[in-house]
């Protein structure tokens, strides 16, 4: 059995911040916990907007709290974000989050992370093939 507390997460190696500082990551579930997904609960900041496109990973994204927008870029269709919204990403799809207010959202991964990235120049995680 695995137990662990986000308190604990968010003052180990498990707390990512984005290099634009957009947001904020702290894995609760890696790779190495062998469970076929990674799970996550981050902070994306008031005011900003990120580009993300997880070619190589599908995510589901749950709002917990704040307000915000998803936007898919192939149709630019944009979502409202409030709590108790659930998105999901289940064709790779390139799309901006906005923020209007601080989102706390729960994000399912897999494949899982290993628990470092950040989004490259593309807004893409690497995937770890090994």
């Known amino acids: 059995m695995i137990v662990r507390t986000l308190k604990e997460a968010e003052q180990s190696s498990r707390r990512v911040v984005s290099p634009d500082k957009h947001w904020e990551s702290t894995r609760l579930l890696l790779k190495e916990d062998n469970m076929g997904f990674s799970f996550h609960i981050t902070t994306i900041y008031a005011g900003t907007e990120t580009h993300i496109w997880y070619q190589n990973h599908l995510e589901s994204v749950y709002c917990i709290s704040g307000e915000g927008e998803v936007e898919t870029l192939e149709d630019a269709a944009i979502h409202s974000i409030k709590p108790g919204t659930i998105y999901v990403l289940d064709k790779n ?15 399912v991964f897999n494949p899982p992370l290993t628990g470092q990235e950040v989004h490259d120049e593309n807004g893409v995680y690497p995937l770890d093939d090994k």
Not at 96 to 107: D, F, G, Q, S, V
């Open 93 to 107: 799809d390139e799309h901006m989050l906005r923020a209007h207010t601080e989102l706390k959202l729960a994000c």
